[in-house]
């Protein structure tokens, strides 16, 4: 019985599609975190003890904008980076961190 083999361009295909895959669910990552310790120093800077991460940056968002906690709970990591974009312009993470 003959195994099929894949085509030689599939598997140059499938493997430059994982690497694609890699890299855009790596760099995502690396935002979400960003974002997370963007929402760790908005918490530091207000006194938030309470808060840290993504849950500062909604406060933060709730509290600036007088948004509702369902428009800010209903918000996406992509959402909120991109709300929050003049703030985190402003922001650099650090460098032991970066």
Do not use: C
């Not at 019985?1 to 085509?7: A, D, G, T």
């Not at 694609?20 to 669910?25: A, S």
């Not at 979400?32 to 940056?57: K, R």
């Not at 600036?64 to 993470?93: K, N």
């Amino acid at each position: 019985m003959r195994i099929p083999q894949p085509h030689p361009y599939r598997a140059h295909h499938d493997n430059e599609m994982h690497e694609i895959r890699t890299r855009y669910h790596d760099a995502n990552g690396k935002l979400h975190a960003h974002l997370e310790l963007f929402g760790d120093h908005l918490a530091e800077q207000n006194g938030w003890s309470d808060l840290s991460g993504h849950e500062a940056v909604r406060f933060h968002l709730l509290k600036t904008h007088h948004w509702t906690p369902a428009q800010v709970q209903s918000m996406s990591f992509d959402d909120l980076r991109f709300a929050m974009t003049e703030e985190l312009a402003a922001w650099r993470a650090p460098t032991t961190l970066r």
